[in-house]
């Protein structure tokens, strides 16, 4: 696990709180206010900045992010565009905030993954999420990421069986991201009553921190799952509060959250 990823779960814990893993996208709606956002969500209390880059076929995302997906891509929003001139200025914002990169595998792939491994470093990239590489199908891009110091984030589905779950888990870097939902991100009312359950077998087999995240979107869905996983990650109901309200109010959001996440 990178050490900045480490530090930050850490630092959580030590003040007796679930971490906010908080998620938006690069470029919406444009380059430079994506920046606002990333920083007043750190100002609300995130522990952890998910960076979405936009693909064309968000196949993981609800409505919201995928309307948040067209207008960075309008926006001119490409991975280059966001190492080169978001990541820097949100690193520069917020220096001792672990940043993470969620897209799909198309768009690394077409950079290049040993490329993208290296730039991502150099920018301070610290781990990358990408829903739709299989566990079965990550090994070079694993071996580019380890070679860099990029952890690759694994997933872990509700339909992954346990057996499966345990051994994403065991094998992981950076930390393991438990889907709570079946189905894209988005904004529920409740959470699947087996939950705890699942989150309890991947924490017993995992050597890194576990997460909740798709469906998380205030401190009353955030809070059962403290006593079960290390932190959780917000995405739509950051994103649809940002691009109603502007940064002001992921801010707010991201505090009212971190209210609900301590032990």
Same mark, same amino acid.
Request: charged residues 25%; neutral net charge; glycine residues 8%.
């Given at each position: 696990?990178?050490?900045?990823? #480490?530090?930050?779960?850490?630092? @959580? !814990? ?9 998620? @938006?996208?690069? &470029? ?15 100002? +609300? +209390? ?15 995302? #609800? ?12 926006? &001119? ?69 380890? !070679? ?34 079946? =189905? ?18 991947? !924490?017993? @087999? ?8 798709? +469906? ?10 403290? @006593? ?6 917000? =995405? ?21 959250? !971190?209210? +609900?996440?301590?032990?």
């Amino acid at each position: 696990m990178s050490a900045e990823l #480490g530090k930050a779960f850490a630092r @959580a !814990k030590a003040r007796g709180e679930g971490a906010l893993v908080a998620y @938006a996208m690069a &470029g919406d709606p444009d380059l430079p206010k994506s920046v606002e956002v990333f920083a007043a969500m750190v100002e +609300g +209390g995130a522990d952890v900045l998910e960076i979405g880059v936009a693909f064309s076929d968000p196949i993981a995302d #609800g409505p919201v992010i995928q309307a948040a997906s067209e207008r960075a891509l309008k926006a &001119g929003a490409t991975l280059r565009r966001v190492l080169d001139e978001v990541v820097p200025e949100v690193r520069r914002r917020c220096p001792e905030t672990p940043l993470v990169i969620m897209t799909y595998v198309n768009v690394i792939m077409a950079m290049g993954e040993e490329r993208y491994a290296k730039l991502a470093r150099e920018r301070g990239i610290a781990g990358t999420i990408l829903p739709d590489l299989p566990p079965e199908e990550s090994a070079s891009i694993r071996a580019a990421f380890d !070679k860099e110091g990029v952890d690759l984030v694994p997933l872990c589905a509700p339909t992954t069986p346990p057996a499966r779950a345990e051994a994403i888990a065991k094998d992981a870097r950076g930390f393991v991201y438990c889907v709570s939902v079946a =189905g894209v991100t988005g904004m529920r009312a409740e959470l699947p009553p087996d939950l705890s359950q699942r989150l309890d077998l991947v !924490k017993r @087999a995992a050597s890194v921190p576990v997460v909740a995240g798709f +469906g998380i979107s205030n401190a009353e869905t955030a809070r059962p799952l403290v @006593a079960h996983a290390d932190g959780v990650v917000v =995405g739509s109901a950051l994103v649809k509060a940002a691009h109603a309200d502007g940064p002001a109010a992921a801010k707010q959001l991201c505090a009212d959250i !971190k209210r +609900g996440l301590k032990r």
